[in-house]
């Protein structure tokens, strides 16, 4: 559509053709058809000038885009951290090359993002647990975006402890998601709650874990009804040791000790140093009948070693005493190990070197004797 001044130009055209006048009308007409050329031609420079200012703003706008996807471009392949794009169906659409590191990837793996990094590669394949992957989803489902969520990672030569986060981003929907591997950190971790739970000097569980754990399987076997067994041993004349070798010698034979009762149990059972020469372990799913094999197969190991230790050849014996769960009676784990401390100062008071069983919580026990007494 033509605008007001270029039908103002038009019709003033027209009355100079067709009209008949004076000359100074003509002039008059003349003058005014200048000013209106005069007005649309700055009209058209005005114009112009804003075109240019638009053209300008486009190129320093793109020129911005450009740098910005530059730098998004250099974060994304050199994160050190795994990052990855997934669609609105899951489907991954570019990994970088930290996460492709963290996967074991050929460096053939496509990183763009027009198309699928691999026919079967979603998020959910990430994921070593189906569990951790299904709480991933729901949370993003639900909230648009995950924070801070500890699973394993699924690299092919052993899962990677990681931490994942992730967002959706508008308006497409797609996903970023990013990867930290933690995995030295779970290690120190896990490393510094064994050490918080062992032994310093034989490295089996120390009295706090093994109580710990003695409590959480009688809770176990209460509820399931499985047996449990608890055996307790003590070095005989370990005091002898002490004195004729020296404290080193009395830790070598400690040591050894250790070693020997780690061997002889199952990986289900649990071994613990309770404190000085005495030793506990605890079996679930094993009755009386069962402590009380393991506890002499155990007598007769210990029995057979020879320890190099003090300038000499050391033999040493332990006595056992070995009691069974009662849901009714063991109250607590200090009841239940009371049980077959008692039943090892029978084999104490017996003559050393030998197994005794608990017997019947309702039946009247000895009082305990003191831990001095039976280490003589």
Known sequence: MASLDEDSLHEMRLRLEQARLAPSQALELAGEFLELASRMAAKATKLARIGDRTQARLV????????????????????????????????????NPSLRGMLDLPESTRESVDGP??????????FYDAAASRKFLRELTSNNRVRRMEARLAAPRRPLWCLFGAARVEPDGYVVGM??????????????????????????????????????????ARRTGAALALTMLDVDHFKSVNDGYGH???????????????????????VGRIGGEEFAVLS????LAGGAELAERLR?????????????????TA??????????????????LSRAD??????????????????????????????ELRAK
């Open 117 to 126: 990094v691999a026919p079967a590669a979603t998020v959910a394949s990430l």
């Open 179 to 220: 990867i930290l591997d933690i995995s030295a950190q779970k290690s120190l971790e896990e490393e510094l709650l064994r050490l918080a739970g062992s032994d310093f000097l034989t490295g089996l569980a120390n009295r706090r874990y093994f109580f710990e754990q003695t409590e959480r399987a009688m809770a176990a």
């Open 319 to 336: 006595s056992f005493g070995v009691a069974e769960l009662r849901p009714g009676s063991d109250a607590s784990p200090s009841c239940f």
């Open 60 to 95: 320093k706008l793109y020129d911005k885009l450009r740098q910005q996807e530059e730098r998004y471009r250099g974060i994304f392949e050199n994160s050190t951290e795994g990052i990855f794009l997934a669609d609105t169906q899951g489907m991954l659409m570019a990994i």
């Open 284 to 287: 679930p799913g094993s009755d």
């Open 342 to 371: 008692h039943a090892l100062y029978g084999a104490k008071r017996d003559g050393r070197n030998r197994v005794r069983l608990a017997p019947d919580p309702d039946t009247d026990l000895r009082p305990n004797a003191p831990s």
């Open 300 to 316: 007769r190991a210990v029995e057979a070693l020879e320890i190099v230790a003090g300038g000499g050849r050391l033999r040493v």
């Open 248 to 270: 080193d010698a009395g830790d070598a034979v400690l040591r050894a000790l250790a070693d020997t009762l780690r061997g002889g149990v199952r990986a289900s059972d649990l």
